[in-house]
């Protein structure tokens, strides 16, 4: 087999977050090449490359390949080829020669039933599901958190939580079967990174540029076996995933209905700088910020042992004044993080998440704190001293 450098570098790239640095299954650690393709695995997902290059089946231990390629000019042409259990690579300027294994086994993807498949717009999916990973739960305790939910039909959603934060996007998107699937966190990483790492493909009947640059990159995304969807990106990559056994939660009926009692707008980078103000201090005080709305300014204030901190910002606009609430700082920054224009906070009731929004991002919910204010604590009782005894 002949490769360029630069491609089998690329193809190195590609699979870097799906095989696995350390695996009880020391098998993981290569890449297989056989009938045209290029294939890795971590027993999870699978991500098969077209590679027409590949002659005979062969397996490469991935991360000494990776890491040689790194010091060969990109221009020079690599024959490798495999014999007694060797791996030999020969370039105009130097060899190598690694250890390998039996090409049989390497884990294979069986022929499976597609159950239903249709064609989505890349663009869209993904990031939605990217946008969604932060509020997964990060524990094994609830498996069904620990994942991005599509639900599919029309419209697709996504969601995402952890118990205490939740995120939820419509998409205007479609797919010919109502299904509910969860992917697992590590695999919408990978789907992700293959996305970024794979050409767009332009549209065949383009009359001008324009429809070429603007065109949305569409996928083909099928349910197959018992429990996978295969997502094909275009004809050079195909990304096969295991999914998360299990019902989902009902997550729009986690959604708070009606009208809020509570509703403002505030620009985000303000709301930044005030919560990272006062969060040196939140962090003693239960890593909580506490937050009141009156005269068109919101105060972000926290407290320690012994210590207590405010900043004033004004709000843009809010309705249901005077109002207050109590969130986790660590939560309320990680949704505020790159944010630069609007967002839009809604309180519902006491007890009930807090629904923020930002621009077409997806709708973020956070449960608050429950803190005891100042006018709710108890007053003290007048100490009454007894009558003395005549």
Avoid at 84 to 101: C, I
């Amino acid at each position: 087999m002949e490769i360029q450098v630069t491609k089998l570098r690329e193809l190195m790239e590609l699979f870097k977050p799906v095989v696995p640095k350390k695996s009880a299954i020391p098998i993981t650690a290569y890449i297989r090449l056989s009938e045209g393709k290029a294939i890795a695995t971590d027993l999870e997902t699978m991500v098969i490359a077209d590679l027409p290059e590949v002659e005979e089946p062969m397996l490469l231990p991935y991360a000494s390949l990776a890491d040689m390629l790194k010091y060969v000019p990109g221009n020079e042409s690599l024959k490798i080829e495999v014999q007694n259990k060797k791996v030999s690579l020969v370039w105009s300027g130097g060899t190598a020669n690694y250890p390998t294994e039996a090409v049989q086994d390497f884990p294979v993807l069986p022929e499976m039933p597609t159950t239903t498949e249709g064609t989505i717009d890349g663009d869209t999916l993904i990031a939605a599901m990217l946008a969604a990973l932060p509020y997964v739960a990060t524990d094994e305790t609830r498996p069904v958190l620990s994942g991005v939910t599509l639900v599919l039909g029309s419209p697709i959603e996504v969601a995402a939580g952890d118990g205490f934060r939740m995120s939820h996007q419509v998409l205007g998107l479609s797919f010919p079967l109502e299904a509910k699937i969860i992917l697992p966190a590590h695999a919408v990483r990978i789907l992700g990174h293959v996305f970024a790492k794979t050409p767009r493909t332009p549209p065949s009947s383009a009359d001008s540029l324009i429809p070429i640059i603007t065109a949305k990159r569409q996928l083909h995304m099928a349910l197959t076996g018992e429990n996978k969807v295969r997502v094909d990106f275009g004809r050079t990559a195909s990304v096969v995933i295991n999914l998360i056994q299990g019902t989902p939660p009902e997550w729009l009926k986690l959604v708070p209905k009606g009208e809020p009692m509570l509703q403002s707008q505030l620009f985000a980078p303000q709301l930044e700088a005030a919560v990272k103000r006062v969060g040196s201090i939140a962090k003693d005080g239960k890593g909580i910020v506490r937050m009141v709305f009156a005269d068109g300014n919101l105060t972000v204030s926290a407290t320690g042992e012994d210590q207590e901190i405010s900043a004033t910002i004004d709000t843009l606009n809010t309705q249901g004044e005077p109002g207050r609430t109590a969130l986790d700082h660590k939560y309320l920054l990680a949704f505020l993080s790159g944010k630069q224009g609007i967002v839009i906070l809604s309180k519902y009731e006491d007890s009930s998440p807090l629904v923020f929004q930002y621009q077409n991002s997806p709708r973020v919910l956070i449960m608050p704190m429950f803190v005891q204010w100042d006018d709710e604590k108890p007053t003290v009782a007048e100490k009454v001293e007894p009558e003395p005894e005549t």
